[in-house]
Structures are given as structure tokens and as C-alpha cells.
T-cell receptor
């Protein structure tokens, strides 16, 4: 079957670093996306990984290990506006997206 | 500004009533999608369309219908056959299969 696991909720402090993990099982693999979703709003694209390794984009980085079925999103220099849900999404061999339930990140001052 | 517009933002449905959610995009994207989001769950695909006048069922198409008469528009009808319609509905578009999906602001549907 196809499955994505990520923690339901995490708490971090403003200015700190947080790592949100995601493990997945899919029928084939055509890449992994991370989206950010503020409460009551639409998801917005953060990153896309299809090869193993780390992709850095400003304060956000995303890592992928295809052999381990594992990815993480790293957020540095946390700001209060980073309080949101972070959605791990895989693309299977039929180019269908499989969405995780999301990790709610709470930032405390 | 290019983007995706969903309307209305909030919608209430009476029992036995069909309601239609609007989705319009001016990004010149070929592909459009409808998702349903329930609390504590990942997005679930209702219908998608890769090209005008063609659409495919997603994982939870029962009780829903769509049309794609124009490239810019992909309306979703929630029929009376959908017994549990209360959810947050999201429309998205992309340039193709392996590409970023861009989302509208969503429609929150409730049952009276």
C-alpha cells in the first residue's frame, strides 16, 4: 500500500532550528514535495526532491533518501510566521500525489 | 496578477441540494484538480483534468461531478448523493503531471 508518516505536531522556539521528518511507502517514486499550509488557507509549495541529497532554499532545506524512504524538512532561524502545517507529499509511478496528514508546527516566543 | 480563484469562500448546503463550487485560473495551466481536506487527514483527490473536455476520477469521486469546457474553468458540483460533504475543498492547477501544483484559497462547505 501507499503510506506517508509524519509527526502530528511539533513545538519549537523562535530563532531555533527544527527538523520535520517524513517516511513513505509508495508504488514507484517520482519525487517528494513539501508544502506549507497556514490554518484555513491553501497549501503553498516549498520544495521538490527527486534525487538523494539536500536541497537548500534560504531558511528552508529539504533532504531525501530514496533507499530509506525518508525525507526531512529543516527550518532555520524560526520566525513566528513559520507557525503552520507542513505537508509531505510523494508522487507515485502514475504521477499521482499522495498527501501526508501534515505536521502542525507551533512556534513559541 | 496570475492565480487561482475559488468561490464562494463559505457555502452552506441544505439536505437534498446540489451545490457548485467555482474554480477559475489565469495561469494558462493545462491541468486542474479538486481536493477535499478533512481535519487530521491528508488531501484526497476528487477529480482531475489534464486537458479541456477530459477529466478523470480521483480516489473519492462518488457524489461529485465536474466539467472542463474551458481551459480556465473547472467547476465542482457536490450532489445530494454525497452524504458527508462538510469539508474544506481546494482547487489546484499545474502545467503538467510532474510539476508544482498551485492552489486556490479554498471553499469551506457546511451542511445546514
Amino acid at each position: 500500500g501507499q503510506n506517508i508518516d509524519q509527526p502530528t505536531e511539533m513545538t519549537a522556539t523562535e530563532g531555533a532550528i527544527v527538523q520535520i521528518n517524513c517516511t513513505y511507502q509508495t508504488s514507484g517514486f517520482n519525487g517528494l514535495f513539501w508544502y506549507q499550509q497556514h490554518a484555513g488557507e491553501a497549501p503553498t509549495f516549498l520544495s521538490y526532491n527527486v534525487l538523494d541529497g539536500l536541497e537548500e532554499k534560504g531558511r528552508f532545506s529539504s533532504f531525501l533518501s530514496r533507499s530509506k524512504g525518508y525525507s526531512y524538512l529543516l527550518l532555520k532561524e524560526l520566525q513566528m510566521k513559520d507557525s503552520a502545517s507542513y505537508l509531505c507529499v510523494t508522487m507515485d509511478s502514475n504521477y499521482q500525489l499522495i498527501w501526508g496528514a501534515g505536521t502542525k508546527l507551533i512556534i513559541k516566543p | 496578477d496570475g492565480g487561482i480563484t475559488q468561490s464562494p469562500k463559505y457555502l452552506f448546503r441544505k439536505e437534498g441540494q446540489n451545490v457548485t463550487l467555482s474554480c477559475e485560473q489565469n495561469l494558462n495551466h493545462d491541468a486542474m484538480y479538486w481536493y477535499r481536506q478533512d481535519p487530521g487527514q491528508g488531501l484526497r483527490l476528487i477529480y482531475y483534468s489534464q486537458i479541456v473536455n477530459d477529466f478523470q476520477k480521483g480516489d473519492i469521486a462518488e457524489g461529485y461531478s465536474v466539467s472542463r469546457e474551458k481551459k480556465e474553468s473547472f467547476p465542482l458540483t457536490v450532489t445530494s448523493a454525497q452524504k458527508n460533504p462538510t469539508a474544506f475543498y481546494l482547487c489546484a492547477s499545474s502545467t503538467g503531471e510532474v510539476s508544482i501544483q498551485y492552489f486556490g484559497a479554498g471553499t469551506r462547505l457546511s451542511v445546514l
